[in-house]
T-cell receptor, first 116, second 109 residues
Framework: EAGVTQFPSHSVIEKGQTVTLRCDPISGHDNLYWYRRVMGKEIKFLLHFVKESKQDESGMPNNRFLAERTGGTYSTLKVQPAELEDSGVYFC??????????????FGEGSWLTVV | GQSLEQPSEVTAVEGAIVQINCTYQ??????LSWYQQHDGGAPTFLSYNALDGLEETGRFSSFLSRSDSYGYLLLQELQMKDSASYFCAVRSGYSTLTFGKGTMLLVSP
């Protein structure tokens, strides 16, 4: 069974450009999460989808970040326009959704974003 | 606010036992998880404690004391491949998994 897959694995863009990160969760997982780790900091929650609905987007840093999950399958995270401080690793994760508080969250390999 | 404290680095030798501690202060608490991460890759789920006590899974065990807001990950019979970063994370709500900054474990021969 395929795990959480993310694309691209690495991206280098200039300040002011746009980048779109994609995440394909494990098949059948209703919950999809985005996390981010910037250099030297802890992994931080960005937002949570339950199927196609945003359950919690309290971690989104500002309105330059837009996440979507049309159809409740894959998700995209768009950064527009990108700033230098957006550099970091963006992790996507998914979980099945049964017994929500104890179901295991599985992470993808991350999308490494460098803004220059 | 939410905060988790864990040591930044721990070193040990092959075959030894190591304990990585985690203390937390969060506005909600449903359980403490541990994740392993190699070379910045995908954090891999190791264990989850919702209740006080010790959970054992092979060479790894995890402990939780909710009254002390404290937990630890115990790794036994250390192997070189155990060298990685280990994160404690609190499930503080339906959505939120709050991570510590991670402990880098270095296992030497």
């Amino acid at each position: 069974e395929a795990g959480v897959t993310q694309f691209p694995s690495h991206s280098v863009i200039e300040k002011g450009q746009t980048v779109t990160l994609r995440c394909d969760p494990i098949s059948g997982h209703d919950n999809l999460y985005w996390y981010r780790r910037v250099m030297g900091k802890e992994i931080k929650f960005l937002l949570h989808f339950v199927k196609e609905s945003k359950q919690d987007e309290s971690g989104m840093p500002n309105n330059r970040f837009l996440a979507e999950r049309t159809g409740g399958t894959y998700s995209t995270l768009k950064v527009q326009p990108a700033e230098l401080e957006d550099s970091g690793v963006y992790f996507c994760a998914s979980s099945q959704g049964r017994g929500a508080l104890i179901d295991t969250i599985y992470f993808g390999e991350g999308s490494w974003l460098t803004v220059v | 606010g939410q905060s988790l404290e864990q040591p930044s680095e721990v070193t040990a030798v092959e075959g030894a036992i190591v304990q990585i501690n985690c203390t937390y202060q969060t506005s909600g608490f449903y359980g403490l998880s541990w994740y392993q991460q190699h070379d910045g890759g995908a954090p891999t789920f190791l264990s989850y404690n919702a209740l006080d006590g010790l959970e054992e899974t092979g060479r790894f065990s995890s402990f939780l004391s909710r009254s002390d807001s404290y937990g630890y990950l115990l790794l036994q019979e250390l192997q070189m491949k155990d060298s990685a970063s280990y994160f404690c994370a609190v499930r503080s709500g339906y959505s939120t998994l709050t991570f510590g900054k991670g402990t880098m474990l270095l296992v030497s021969p």
